[in-house]
Every structure is written in C-alpha cells, then in structure tokens.
C-alpha cells in the first residue's frame, strides 16, 4: 500500500486500486468529500490480486477479486474508505462493512471502440469484437451472432490499444469509464440499452467504510450519497442477487425514475444470444432514503418473474467466450 498525495495531518484515507481509471474515480469522490465538507482527503493505492493474475474474470469467479485487497485494507484499518465502480461490488453483504454512500450516476451506457469509426450495425460479418464480459457478449451477439467475440483484459488504454493495433476490430468499454479517462474520442457506437443493457450499477461509485465508523466519525460520507442513484442501483443489483449472479454473470439491468415511478428493465442471455430472458417492471416510488425496501422489493419481483421464464437456467450455464485473456483489471 502506497499514498498517492503525501499524507497531510488530519486528511482521510481512501483506499483505491493503482489503475488510472480507479485513481480517477477516487480522486472525484475525494475532492467531492472536500469540497462539500471540508474534510480533506489523500488517495491510498492498493494492489490486489485481481490487478496481477493474468487468469480470465470467469476463471476468477467474478470482479469481487478486485475490491477484497481493499476490503481487506478497512477492515484492518489501513484505510477509512474505499471506492469501487458499483458494478464491480459483489452484491452479498460483507460482514463489518457497509455500504456508505452511492454517487449521481454518469451515463451507464456501454460504448464501441472500433476501427476506421465503425458502429456496430457497419461492423462486418466476422469482424472481431474484444470484451471480457459474457455480458456483453451475450447481449451483443443477440443483435450481432454474425461477429466474433474474443477475451480480453487489461486497462482502457490497454483495450484501445488492441483496436487500433488491428488486434481486434472493436472493443466495448463502459462509456462513463472513458469520460473519466478522457478518451471519449475512441467512442464510435454508443449503444442504448434497447441493445445492450448495462450491468447493475454501471456508471455509478460505490463508498465503503467499516460499519462501526459509518455513522460516527465518517458520517460526513453522506454528503456524497445521491438517493435517486441509490434506489435506482438497489433495484438493479437485487435482480442480480435474486437469480444468485455474480457481477461476472451475463445479466443486464437498468432503472430510471420516470414521472414518479422507477422503471426496472433486466435481461439474462446465453454468450450465443440463442437464448434471452427479457422482462421489465414499474413502481409508484418516493425519492427518499425511506424508498430503500420498495426499490428492493421491485427488484425482487422482477427477478422472480425471469425465474419462472427460465433466466436461472441460464445464469447456471451461459456458455463459454472463446479465446485466451490478456493480464490486468475489467473496465
């Protein structure tokens, strides 16, 4: 463990992965914190496994790989919180922490990356397509099962790279991840969610702290907490719970609060697209902190319902991406 910032007498400690896009995120919801508080806030860097086993996600068992080093990290004390991307946070409960505040989402949207900006409708029959995620894959090949989809990892930049080099022809990133990096410029596809939904949580922030600080000496981590966002991602990644997913799993989910009510739409698909569960809900919902159990119990519903139309069966057995991985983190 590392200090970006030279520890200042009195600053906070955050805990966050050593990448550029995690070190981004973090500083944004340090100087969020200061600035609404006046609390100041220095960056710890943190390596965890995730970040250095060249082993693909699936092999893993999912992206909870990369938030147990810091996890690790609070709970021993090393740090006072930690920020994570929210679609990489495993949806069980961690026992002594607790989840401090969710940031006002950016867009959730997936986007294209691909070479001589192409979108994916001028993508060509057996163009290679890289992404880790099965769900991605399973949704794309849905609407494109005549492309190639081919395992990669590594940083955004890493991921660009391969596009440009010809490695692939095209790679899919969260879109919110390139605004922070600032690469927006290798965009050419944004792809809505009637194509591609998002994963639970994609485009919003999580805080952790340990449970016993949460209301005490960081209670101040409230001032980042966005209730719209929170409830929105609560319904989400209770559907991913329900049908017992990891945040690895091929489920898409998406929430927004439409005049006075959340609409939740998910979709689970096998990684050939042959299979697709599709289903959405709404629900008369309050914009308050109260709203919490409502938003879950929108959720839960929903994901009974994909249950009974056989989205556990594919969860269970999405099938398989094709191909050899490449080392470093998922974006």
Do not use: W
Not at 123 to 130: E, S
Not at 170 to 197: E, M
Not at 207 to 223: I, M, P
């Amino acid at each position: 463990m590392s200090t970006e910032d030279a520890r200042r007498p009195g600053a906070a400690r955050l805990g966050t992965r050593r990448s550029t896009m995690a070190t981004t995120q973090s500083r944004l919801v340090a100087d969020a914190v200061t600035e609404r508080t006046g609390v100041p806030v220095d960056l710890e860097l943190i390596t965890s496994f995730g970040d250095t086993t060249r082993a693909h996600l699936t092999q893993l068992g999912g992206t909870g790989v990369f938030v147990s080093a810091l996890r690790d990290a609070l709970l021993d004390g090393g740090v006072d919180f930690a920020v994570h991307s929210l679609k990489d946070l495993p949806t069980a409960p961690a026992e002594g922490l607790v989840l401090a505040a969710v940031t006002e989402r950016d867009d959730p949207r997936d986007a294209l990356c691909a070479r001589d900006g192409l979108t994916l409708d001028a993508l060509p029959a057996g163009a290679r397509v890289g992404t880790g995620s099965p769900r991605r894959v399973a949704q794309l090949a849905a609407h494109r099962p005549d492309l190639a989809y081919v395992p990669i990892r590594g940083n955004a930049e890493t991921r660009l790279g391969k596009a440009a080099s010809g490695e692939v022809d095209a790679v899919v990133l969260a879109y919110a991840g390139l605004v922070r990096v600032g690469r927006l410029d290798a965009v050419t596809d944004v792809l809505d969610a009637d194509r591609v939904l998002p994963a639970p949580g994609q485009g919003a922030l999580a805080v952790e702290c340990r449970a016993d600080r949460a209301g005490a000496d960081l209670s101040y981590l409230s001032s980042v907490d966005h209730t719209a966002t929170r409830l929105a991602v609560t319904a989400e990644r209770t559907v991913l719970a329900e049908l017992e997913a990891g945040c690895h799993a091929p489920v898409g989910a998406f929430a927004r609060f439409e005049h006075g009510r959340l609409r939740l739409t998910a979709a689970v698909a096998s990684t050939d697209g042959a299979q697709q569960v599709r289903a959405e809900r709404t629900a008369e919902l309050e914009v308050a902190p109260a709203s919490q159990k409502a938003a879950a119990d929108l959720g839960r519903e929903l994901a009974r319902s994909m249950i009974a139309d056989g989205a556990d069966r594919i969860v269970a057995d999405p099938g398989e991406i094709g191909g050899a991985a490449g080392p470093g983190a998922g974006a």
